[in-house]
């Protein structure tokens, strides 16, 4: 994840040799713009980030539009780098997130090792968000985390958004809580698998390796979401976009679906239930 500060400055270097090839000083630039004269200098040394409508002007005084889109796109990453999703931000991050979800049509989201959240039970939520609690610390706000994941989840049901999920088969066997979680985890699986708009398939374990096992989400084909273990990463160039959609199609390929998915949650679903019978009779 690049640095925000770092990125910030990067922008502001780009619009400076922007404006410096267009021939224009700092005070006829912001002349032309009707800005104070600090406003370019604290934009320029990533004092001050400028919004959408300070680059359309930058780019139209400048005659700079064809590099309009990528500045936009540079500066939407420059905010997200903002956007941490350490412990102590959950809730936060659940109301941004859920905004991207109602906005999108098409959402394909990859896991590797997890379900996704907006396929989660309340308990294997709980279950996730105790583990991210004890590796990151900061105030418990697991309730209000809980809450706010749950209330994401009517997205599935409203509107004419579609969902293309594909989970690794690791997922089924990753275990959050404990059996009788997962049970009901698995069990809300093969619901989601009955509603009309979403596909979910599964990655066998033994499928062969093609892509990173990284868990992303494309959001209609404008916005990639992807976590490292401290932040969260948003994806805006098209390009890299392309290599998020190839790397989902790469998954997506190696996925079983239909019955066969089906088959691999059940026979994980009768592990942790001989699991809970092998248990109650110690007892």
Known sequence: MTNPRAAKEALGQRLREIRRSAGLTGRALAGLAGWHESKISKIEYGKQTPSETDLRAWCRHTDAAAQLPDLIATLHNVEAAYLEVRRMRVPQWQRVIAKMEADAELIRWFEPGLVPGLLQTSRYIHGVLETIEALYGGPDVIEAAVAARLQRQQVLYKG????????????????????????????????????????????????????????????????????????????????????????????????????????????????????????????
């Open 160 to 283: 004419r958004h579609r969902f293309h999920f594909v989970i690794g088969e690791q997922a089924l066997w990753s275990v959050v809580g404990d059996p009788e979680v997962m049970i009901e985890q698995l069990d809300r699986l093969l619901t989601a698998m009955t509603l009309p708009r979403v596909v979910l398939g599964i990655v066998p374990l033994r499928a062969p390796y093609r892509v990173p096992l990284m868990n992303f989400a494309i959001f209609d084909r404008a916005m990639v979401q992807a976590e490292t273990i401290s932040a969260q990463l948003t994806v805006t160039q098209p390009r890299e976009i392309g290599l998020y959609e190839r790397a989902f199609n790469a998954v997506s390929d190696q996925a079983a679906i239909g019955n066969a998915a089906r088959e691999l949650i059940t026979t994980a679903m009768e592990h942790y239930g001989q699991q809970l019978d092998a248990s109650s009779h110690e007892q």
